[in-house]
């Protein structure tokens, strides 16, 4: 399997401008988050989906941010408009879904966002 | 709100000792604990996971929890330098929840 992919890998822009980022979860998993790391705040929550529907949105910070999941191989992100306060590291996460309690993430690389 | 606290490091051992990673948590409801790795600029990656109280083993890795107290703990045993890295504490819930990280613990091994 190719894990979790994620584009683009990097992203440079200008304060004002929008910005989506993409993942693709691992195929046969049923539940997708979203996850935000900074040095200052660390790696939190921004959404999650279980079979595409959102299920917890608490984390986004404001309505410059949404998300999206069309079908079970697709998600994105978007920040509109970004300011310099969005650069970070924005993980996409997948699981498989499970009642045991036990269930483990698999985390893409990352998109490194900076905003001028 | 949920708390997860780790010393942000960094832990500096020597090749060889044991390394002992400390994570204290406020959710009472935590069923798991993961335990993550992440090398610098890279994804965090599951190292392993515990559910009850005592001790967990695999590999040089040992995993300890005490719900009463609240603390859950990661040893490395044998540190090696390819072990250096920062190493996330995430309690959950439950499996289909998403997880709660602390800031994690950057770990040194020195050779």
């Known amino acids: 399997d190719a894990g979790v992919i994620q584009s683009p890998r990097h992203e440079v822009t200008e304060m004002g401008q929008e910005v989506t980022l993409r993942c693709k979860p691992i195929?046969?998993?049923?539940?997708l988050f979203w996850y935000r790391q900074t040095m200052m705040r660390g790696l939190e929550l921004l959404i999650y989906?279980?079979?595409?529907?959102?299920?917890?949105d608490s984390g986004m910070p404001e309505d410059r941010f949404s998300a999206k999941m069309p079908n079970a191989s697709f998600s994105t992100l978007k920040i509109q408009p970004s300011e310099p306060r969005d650069s970070a590291v924005y993980f996409c996460?997948?699981?498989?879904?499970?009642?045991?309690?036990?269930?483990?993430?698999?985390f893409g690389p990352g998109t490194r966002l900076t905003v001028l | 709100q949920k708390e997860v606290e780790q010393n942000s490091g960094p832990l500096s051992v020597p090749e060889g000792a044991i390394a002992s990673l400390n994570c204290t948590y406020s959710?009472?409801?935590?069923?798991?604990f993961f335990w993550y790795r992440q090398y610098s600029g890279k994804s965090p990656e599951l190292i392993m996971f515990?559910?009850?109280?005592g001790d967990k083993e695999d590999g040089r890795f040992t995993a300890q929890l005490n719900k009463a107290s609240q603390y859950v703990s990661l040893l490395i045993r044998d540190s090696q330098p390819s072990d250096s890295a920062t190493y996330l504490c995430a309690p959950s819930t439950s499996g289909n929840t998403p997880l709660v990280f602390g800031k994690g613990t950057r770990l040194s091994v020195i050779a």
């Open positions: 996460a997948s699981s498989r879904g499970s009642s045991g309690g036990t269930d483990t993430q698999y």
């Open positions: 989906f279980n079979n595409n529907v959102p299920i917890d």
């Open positions: 195929s046969g998993h049923d539940y």
């Open positions: 959710d009472r409801g935590s069923q798991s």
């Open positions: 515990i559910y009850s109280n």
